[in-house]
């Protein structure tokens, strides 16, 4: 993982980047060098967190990216982190000198990240789509600019003791088909997709595309040709009674729309 840009004012480009060793292990380090190759800064995600009564050590950084989220006209860096294959995420705010700034817990993985003005107030809010462990359900979390360090709603073995509720704008929960959930293990959220600054789009790994207006009132559901595909597949093999056709596509609409949880 790396990106090249200038991340302080000073006229120079720095390099972000995040190593991954020889067996591909990644380290859960962020390093800053200068245009010299000098290392200007060093953020670990190592820490271990406690959920329920057993503690998750979070070494896995699976991206990171350079914005104004403060809108202070300074870049802060943000770093999506994980516990390996288990699942507690973080997204964690640096300011440009890699000092942690904030962050937020999900119990589950973050997949993607993107942002949006949703309120049209000036400042960008944090979208972040993955998958609630607890709830069994792909999420989309939005968060203010400013928010505070805290965790998603969790109850039981997946609350951790050591934070605060996070205060979200929206944290939503979705829905998925016969065919989502047995080719994919909770038919989590993929990707986020903007379109025009107007429409949200949230992409499962199945390919159903929930697509929201910023208010992030459901505007339509929409299927694309992967899921297509996977509905063929099963039609052939036996586990669906139907083709893929219109009626089952207006079908699959009705059973999803009233399940997408707020």
């Not at 997709?193 to 390919?207: F, L, N």
């Not at 929201?212 to 929409?222: A, Q, V």
Request: aromatic share 12%; hydrophobic share 35%.
């Amino acid at each position: 993982l790396i990106m090249i840009r200038d991340i302080d004012p000073d006229s120079h480009k720095e390099v972000l980047f995040s190593p991954i060793t020889v067996i591909q292990k990644k380290t859960g380090q962020l390093f800053c060098l200068s245009d010299k190759g000098e290392v200007k800064w060093m953020f670990n995600t190592k820490q271990e967190i406690i959920f329920g009564q057993k503690s998750y050590n979070v070494d896995f950084i699976r991206g990171f990216t350079l914005t104004d989220i403060l809108g202070d006209e300074s870049p802060e860096v943000m770093v999506i982190a994980e516990a390996g294959f288990m699942f507690p995420s973080q997204a964690v705010i640096l300011d440009h000198k890699g000092k942690p700034l904030k962050e937020y817990w999900n119990s589950g993985r973050i997949n993607d990240f993107s942002f949006c003005d949703v309120d049209k107030d000036g400042q960008k809010e944090i979208l972040l789509a993955g998958r609630n462990n607890e709830y069994d359900k792909g999420c989309l979390i939005v968060l203010e600019s400013d928010f505070q360090t805290g965790g998603s709603p969790q109850t039981g073995y997946y609350k951790s003791p050591e934070l605060k509720q996070g205060i979200e704008k929206y944290y939503i929960l979705f829905p998925t088909t016969k065919v989502g959930s047995e080719n994919f293990v909770r038919d989590p959220l993929a990707r986020i997709h903007i379109m025009d600054e107007e429409t949200i789009i949230a992409e499962s790994y199945s390919g159903i595309y929930f697509e929201f207006d910023l208010d992030f009132k459901l505007k339509e559901i929409r299927f694309s040709d992967l899921y297509e595909n996977l509905h063929s597949k099963a039609y052939q093999e036996g586990w669906v009674n139907e083709e893929f056709s219109p009626q089952v596509m207006s079908e699959l609409k009705s059973e999803l729309m009233p399940k997408v949880l707020y």
